[in-house]
Every structure is written in structure tokens, then in C-alpha cells.
């Protein structure tokens, strides 16, 4: 977490603001008058809580978070704002220079730890009389010396330190093996080495640098059968995917990952040349695994076991995704002509359903078609809901029925295909034998036991999917920077497309997080002066966080691309960035209408102006996806607009 990201995590944008401006509550929002110019007539600043950001639907019509709130209400510049917003929140401003040169000398010297480690158990497991029992058992499971070895599959010795003597003798502190998890601390000082007769899989992060290891019983009377490293600076379980650094390109490729339950089924299913496979080595799925996979793909795959605990791990899951995967919001006029907003589900979660008894990684090596099948026919998320629920209860009880359809709908509403929607829907309907029209009515949640009619019910705020715009936007805003602080120059070039495409240029204006309009500025002001380089000045003015490499996710393709290619996401990223500008304001507006004050939001034919803008931007960015798939046409514009 960044310094600006921790101050914003301790102070409250609403309690800030309140302290100078008379605040009213109204709905999830707060409304009062505009500090930054005179009206006494009509409220029409709004403090959004849960994005923590401001607008003036008024006079100004300006916007932004907190640091842009503060610097224009007080003067200050960028530093003044951080160094009081830090002593105000309580957090402490370290040089981030210094932080950050000792942070990537200290990460640096646990990555070659483990690196080395895996040599050692490479060695052990290759070389040595005690290390054939793992390798025999590798070979049992199908796994060919090539694979072993692109893997990096190794072998613990079953000694108290063996591993922490060869690492040593290679200049690594003891202190630094316990921080990699190599070692396990004692009681009394020092340590001994954590994995013993194990056979041992390095885990890498998403672009191959070493995070920590998994460690599987040769003894079946060990326990526990499967021991990951502890959570250390590099390595933690639930943000990790095992062989996403492997298989990133092919779920790219395929537009499609496949979760598998464990190491072996993840290798198996690469060596058979399956290379979408990735595993959340035996846990639930998180948010940030999901988090990961989204960078490269929108169709998942589950294929965990078909055993009782397999099912529940798989519903925990879709329940993750569900929370994870970005809603995507269909903008509409209802009936009555107003702007509406009905928000799905932007991912394809399917299920596969596996033999009893077998693994991914056994099936594969046995049958390669038969994997292909079992892919092939996995069934979509609610298919596969509806029927595990419902296999084994009464769906005579009409409580079953309910409790039944009361987990299913909300999968249904997520799909975003309206033909898709109303199948599922006749689908429950005949699988709990209920009349369909009772499932198109309003329901209550469960035990709720509310009466309320519809017309007493509060207006229904999209809350969370502005949220979900701003994170998404602070993303984009921070990939933009970093590709112009590395390359400034590129500012002209990328204007120069959005010419082209009847756009202005980049600005200020593009940011919504107060620091990044700061960075901005400084790109700005980089390539005005002529006294040093642009990227000397940027250099000397701009944190660390902003000097990492610029878009791994490009560079390190198998084929490098051009830089056409990489200007191209870069304007493609700055369209998003003002469509979601866009969106979120026509979200605003609607919750704002919500209330009674709605009428003086923002007069019908700017809505018109506004929605207009969004629909143009959203075609410009449909268009220019097209043309990277074809692959063939000239920079894109737009004509009888």
C-alpha cells in the first residue's frame, strides 16, 4: 500500500469535508453548497462515502478525492497537502527514494535464497540415493524427466540442515532464511530447516520470480500431507496462482483458465499440452486470485474434486468470483425515458465435473481427448448451482423449493444475456416444479420476513458498482503514468490518436486521484523545461512507485511487441478511463434522482450530452478492439457523428 493509499485508508473524506461544509445526509450520499463558489439557493455539492470522492453538479462542476478536495480548498501544493494529510492521519513520511532502494535490496536477497534453494533441492532430488524415492514417485505419476525439470521439481533431504549449511556456504544470512520461510524459527534462537523428505514444488509469482515452495509427503504416516512456506514479504498462499507464470500466455491464447485443485494436476495438464491449468493449491479461492486471473481472461473454469468438500470448495468460489469479477453496467432509458442502469456479472464461470476417484492430471496423461471433453461439456455456473442443490432434497417441501430459488436467482440476474436469463430461469422452474411467474416476482431475503409493499420500498443505490468504477479507474490512471514517466515523450504521439479519433488530448482533467493529477502536472511540466532530459527531471520529481517497469503484462510477451502496439493499449486504456468517467457520473446522477432533491442534479439535456458522450466513447473503444482482431485498417475515427 502506498503512503497516499494508507492516508486515504485512516481518513474519512465525509468527516473532512463536514468540518467547513454543513453536510445533509440523503440516501447513501451527503449534500450541502459548494465551497468553491457563492450560491445559498441550491445544495449541489455531493460527497460520495463509498468512493470517497466529491462532486459540484453546479457552478464549477469539479470533482475529485481527497487530496484534490484539500489542495484546492486550501492552496496548497501536492507536498503540502501530503506532509499535512500524513501528520493528520498519523502516518509517517519516509524518504521514498531511501524505502524503496532498501526494500528492492532486501526482496532481491530472498529471491536468490530461494532461488538457490531450488538448485539444492533440484540437486538432491537428481543426485542422490535418498532422493530416488521422490523421483520414482514422479515418474509413477506419469511425469517425464523434461517436465521435472522445467518445473523445477526438487527433493528435501530429511536432515535438520542440510539445506540452511549449502546456503550458508553461498553467503546467505540466517536471517534471511527465515524471512524466505526456508528456515523455522526455535525457541532459543536460530533455526532448522522447514522442509524435510518432502518432495518439493517451487511456487513463482504471476512473472516467474520465486515466492516460496510446497512440500508433499513421501512418508504417508507425515502429516500434513501438503505444507506450503509461511507467509513471508514474498510469499502469501492467497494471492498466489500456482503456474499462472507458466500458463499466463496460453490462458491468453485460449481466452480461457482452467482451475485445477492441486501441483501435480497443474504440471500433468502443461505436459499433455494443456497449458491453461492453474491451481489455488488446495484452498479456497480468494478475491485476489481472482483479481489475478481477470488480467488475462474473463472465462474460468472450475475442475475441483467431485467429492462432497470439492463441491463446497467449488460454491465458495463462485461465490468469490461473483464478489470479484467487475459488474458491467448496461445503460439504458426505462420507460419513462430516464437513464437506468442494470448491472451483470462480466465473466463465464463454468464448471467441469470430474470421475470419481480421478485426477485432472491422471485423466490427462491417460486419455488426452477425454480431458478435451470434460472442458468441453463443463456446464455453466447456474446449471451447475441449481442442480447441486437441489440433488438429494424433497423438492416436494416448498422450503426447499424456496431456499433453493433463493441461492439460484441472484446467479440468474448476474447473467447478462436477457435470452440466457429467461432459459435459466425456465430451467428452476421445472427442476423445483414451481409455476415460472413465481420466479419473476420480487423476493424477500430469507427470514426477513418484511411486508413492506414495493412502492415503500428505498430506492435501490448501484453503490458498489461505482466503487468498482473507481478502482478500476485508479488502475488505468496508474498504468497511463507509469508508460509516460518511462517514455514523455510518447504524450505527443498518443494525443496525436486521440486526434485522430475527434478526442482531445490527455489532461489533468482525465484523473480522478488527486496525487495522480499531481504526477500529471509534473509529466507536464517535464517536457516544457529545457533544462535537464524529461525523463532526468521526471526521475529527480516523481515517488518510486511510479519508476517500476511499465506494463509487464506487454513486455513480456513471448513476442515482443511494437510500439504502435503498446501506444495503442495506451489509448485504448485513456478511452476507458473516460468512459468510466462517464459511467460514474451517470451513476452519481442516478442515485442522486433517487432522492428528493434529484430534480436540480444536472438538467435533462446535459444527461443527454453526457450519455451521448459515454455511447461515443464506448463505440471508438468497441472499434478499436475490432480492428487489433483483424488486425487490419487505419487509426480509427468517427464519422456522421
Known amino acids: 500500500m502506498s503512503v497516499v493509499d494508507d492516508i486515504k485508508a485512516r481518513l474519512d473524506l465525509v468527516d473532512i469535508v463536514g468540518q467547513t461544509v454543513k453536510l445533509r445526509r440523503t440516501g447513501r450520499n451527503y449534500i450541502g453548497f459548494c465551497p468553491f463558489h457563492s450560491n445559498t439557493r441550491t445544495p449541489a455539492f ?93 515418474h509413477k505419476r506419469g511425469l517425464t524427466d523434461e517436465t521435472i525439470k522445467i518445473w523445477g521439481l526438487g527433493y528435501a533431504p530429511n536432515a535438520w540442515d542440510e539445506l540452511s549449511k549449502e546456503l550458508k556456504r553461498k553467503g546467505h544470512s540466517e536471517q534471511i532464511l527465515l524471512d524466505a520461510g526456508l528456515l523455522t524459527e526455535r525457541e532459543g534462537g536460530g533455526g532448522y530447516d522447514k522442509f524435510r523428505h518432502r518432495l518439493m514444488f517451487p511456487i513463482r509469482d504471476t512473472y516467474g520470480k520465486m515466492a516460496g515452495f510446497g512440500g508433499r509427503v513421501l512418508n504417508p504416516d507425515d502429516v500434513p500431507k501438503y505444507m506450503n512456506s509461511p507467509r513471508t514479504d514474498l510469499f502469501d498462499k492467497g494471492r498466489i496462482l500456482y503456474g499462472l507464470d507458466m500458463a499466463r500466455q496460453a490462458i491468453r491464447a485460449t481466452e480461457q483458465a482452467v482451475i485445477v485443485e492441486g501441483y501435480m494436476d497443474v504440471i500433468g495438464l502443461h505436459q499433455a499440452g494443456f497449458n491453461n491449468a492453474v491451481s489455488p493449491m488446495g484452498t ?116 426447499v423449493k424456496r431456499e433453493v430459488a433463493a441461492q439460484v436467482l441472484p446467479l440468474i440476474d448476474d447473467v447478462a444475456d436477457p435470452v440466457e436469463r429467461e432459459a435459466y430461469r425456465q430451467q428452476l422452474a421445472r427442476l423445483i416444479r414451481v409455476d415460472e411467474r413465481a420466479l419473476a416476482l420480487p423476493s424477500q431475503p430469507i427470514g426477513s420476513g418484511s411486508r413492506r409493499k414495493a412502492k415503500d420500498a428505498e430506492p435501490t443505490e448501484p ?81 518510486d512507485i511510479l519508476q517500476e517497469p511499465v506494463d509487464r503484462d506487454l513486455i513480456e510477451k513471448s513476442v515482443p511487441p511494437s510500439e504502435d502496439k503498446i501506444r495503442q493499449d495506451q489509448v485504448r486504456n485513456i478511452l476507458r478511463m473516460r468512459r468510466n468517467l462517464a459511467e460514474e457520473r451517470i451513476q452519481q446522477i442516478l442515485m442522486l434522482q433517487a432522492q428528493p432533491e434529484g430534480k436540480h442534479f444536472l438538467p435533462e439535456e446535459e444527461q443527454m450530452l453526457l450519455m451521448e458522450q459515454f455511447q461515443f466513447l464506448r463505440l471508438i473503444d468497441a472499434a478499436m478492439d475490432s480492428k487489433e482482431a483483424g488486425g487490419t485498417g487505419r487509426e480509427t475515427g468517427h464519422k456522421g457523428r
Open 46 to 138: 455531493v460527497v460520495f462515502p463509498e468512493t470517497q470522492t466529491w462532486r459540484c453538479f453546479g457552478q464549477c462542476n469539479e470533482g475529485g478525492d481527497l487530496f484534490g478536495y484539500m489542495m484546492k480548498k486550501e492552496g496548497w501544493d501536492f507536498a503540502e497537502t501530503l506532509k499535512m494529510l500524513a501528520e493528520r492521519a498519523g502516518v509517517t513520511l519516509t524518504p521514498m527514494a531511501q524505502v524503496g532502494t532498501q526494500d528492492t535490496v532486501r526482496k532481491d536477497a530472498l529471491i536468490n535464497a530461494l532461488e538457490d534453494a531450488v538448485q539444492f533441492y533440484r540437486q538432491q532430488l537428481v543426485g542422490t540415493d535418498a532422493g530416488k524415492q521422490a523421483l520414482e514417485y514422479l
Open 284 to 399: 479456497a479461492l480468494t478475491e485476489d486470485q481472482f483479481r489475478l486471473l481477470k488480467k488475462f481472461t474473463r472465462n474460468i473454469i472450475l475442475a475441483l474434486d467431485p467429492d462432497a468438500a470439492g463441491e463446497k470448495a467449488t460454491l465458495r468460489g463462485l461465490e468469490t468470483a461473483r464478489k470479484t469479477m467487475d459488474e458491467e453496467g448496461e445503460i439504458t432509458f426505462d420507460s419513462k425515458g430516464l437513464l437506468h442502469v442494470e448491472s451483470r456479472v462480466n465473466a463465464d464461470i463454468r464448471v467441469t465435473t470430474l470421475p470419481n476417484g480421478r485426477d485432472p492430471d491422471e485423466i490427462v496423461l491417460a486419455d488426452g481427448e477425454a480431458w478435451q471433453t470434460i472442458v468441453k461439456n463443463a456446464r455453466p455456473v447456474v446449471v451447475h448451482v441449481m442442480e447441486t442443490l437441489a440433488a438429494g432434497q424433497n423438492l416436494e417441501d416448498a422450503k
Open 463 to 543: 453503490a458498489g458498482r461505482i466503487s468498482s468504477i473507481a478502482q478500476r479507474n485508479r488502475l488505468m490512471e496508474e498504468h497511463a503514468l507509469r508508460y509516460l514517466v518511462k517514455q514523455p515523450h510518447e504524450l505527443y504521439l498518443i494525443n496525436r490518436s486521440l486526434g485522430l479519433c475527434a478526442l482531445s488530448p490527455l489532461s489533468e482533467e482525465d484523473f480522478i486521484e488527486g496525487d495522480f493529477k499531481h504526477y500529471f502536472r509534473l509529466l507536464k511540466a517535464a517536457l516544457e523545461q529545457q533544462l535537464v532530459t524529461a525523463e532526468e527531471y521526471l526521475e529527480e520529481n516523481l515517488p
